[in-house]
């Protein structure tokens, strides 16, 4: 089955303590992207990556570090969470030459 | 900086009713104009997508309305069944391939019977 899957689905955590959400797509997209989806403010992309070693901000980048070491794969390091970080986070991806993304299910951060 | 605005927020639409979602855009570059569907729990899925070669595209009850003059575009359902209460949201992009995707703020619908 084509999926993109996140884990944990669910967080809580810490100020400071560094966190890693995972994404993987078996569908041999070239494209990854992490997006945060907050009440009033709809969808934001923080990061994206063309393809394997290649990555670039989107709107909301800050406090966010991701790498992309293979296709499959594009994790979401939180090195110092913050509150203001609380969020449901989707990762997704599609292939070079289409539009349509596809979302992992969600994963919901919550720091204190 | 808003690129795509969408309204309503939220909307309560009567069982068979229409329910129609707006969204403007501002970067004339934008060439891809998709319509994701999200239920509570899950991730957004694509519902239906337009280009600006053609001004309506339409998938059974679900019809993108595109107004390429006045940078707007719209989603309309006919017959809202209480199925169709998820939030949706409008979004645009530029080019194939890397270019980023910029999403409205999402309206949620509810479908009372």
């Known amino acids: 089955e084509a999926q993109v899957t996140q884990n944990p689905r669910y967080l809580i955590t810490v100020t400071g303590k560094k966190l890693t959400v995972t994404c993987s797509q078996n569908?041999?997209?070239?494209?990854m992207s992490w997006y945060r989806q907050d009440p009033g403010l709809g969808l934001r992309q923080i990061y994206y990556s063309m393809n394997v070693e290649v990555t670039d901000k989107g709107d909301v980048p800050e406090g966010y570090k991701v790498s992309r070491k293979e296709k499959r794969n594009f994790p979401l390091i939180l090195e110092s969470p913050s509150p203001n970080q609380t969020s449901l986070y989707f990762c997704a991806s599609r292939p070079f030459n289409d539009g349509e993304l596809f979302f992992g299910e969600g994963s919901r951060l919550t720091v204190l | 900086q808003q690129q795509v605005k969408q309204s309503p927020q939220s909307l309560i639409v009567q069982k068979g009713g229409i329910s129609i979602i707006n969204c403007a855009y501002e970067n004339t570059a934008f060439d891809y104009f998709p319509w994701y569907q999200q239920f509570p729990g899950k991730g957004p899925a694509l519902l239906i997508a337009?280009?600006?070669?053609?001004s309506e595209k339409k998938e059974g009850r679900f019809t993108i309305s595109f107004n390429k003059s006045a940078k707007q575009f719209s989603l309309h359902i006919m017959d809202s069944q209480p199925g169709d209460s998820a939030t949706y949201f409008c979004?645009?992009?530029?080019?194939?391939?890397?270019?980023?995707?910029?999403f409205g703020i999402g309206t949620k619908l509810q479908v009372i019977p």
């Open positions: 979004a645009a992009s530029r080019g194939g391939g890397y270019q980023k995707v910029t």
């Open positions: 337009i280009r600006p070669d053609v």
């Open positions: 569908m041999n997209h070239e494209y």
